[in-house]
């Protein structure tokens, strides 16, 4: 079995488990990203420096929309849901997993 299999049924094991964990997973999920991106705008607003938000906003836009998908044009990999029998917490998305596109824009962002 290899290792990103092994992880992903080490982590999925917890699904469903504690209604807690899901409802906290899901808020993740969808919330954190636009969080963190508020946080960082009010940052940035707060002290009147609006190139702590702005450069990496650009960067991670730049990763996502053209990076992302240059590299998702050659290499497709198929969701864990589209392969393996489990029961998904969300709707399944329509990209692809590898490369997904909101690692690539905190990764980019928090470089840019």
């Not at 999925?12 to 997973?25: E, I, Q, V």
């Not at 946080?39 to 609006?50: E, H, K, R």
Request: aromatic share 14%.
């Amino acid at each position: 079995m290899n290792l990103d299999l092994v992880i992903f049924n080490a982590i999925n094991g917890y699904t469903r488990k504690s209604s807690a964990l899901d409802f906290f997973t899901a808020l993740s999920a969808i919330y954190l990203g636009h969080a963190l991106i508020v946080i960082l705008a009010c940052a940035a607003f707060l002290g009147g420096n609006w190139q702590i938000f702005l450069v990496p906003l650009a960067a991670g836009l730049t990763a996502r929309f053209f990076i992302n998908e240059a590299i998702c044009f050659f290499y497709k990999r198929k969701r864990p849901l589209a392969v393996l029998p489990i029961l998904p917490l969300l709707k399944k998305p329509n990209q692809p997993a590898v490369p997904s596109g909101h690692p690539a824009v905190f990764f980019a962002g928090s470089f840019g």
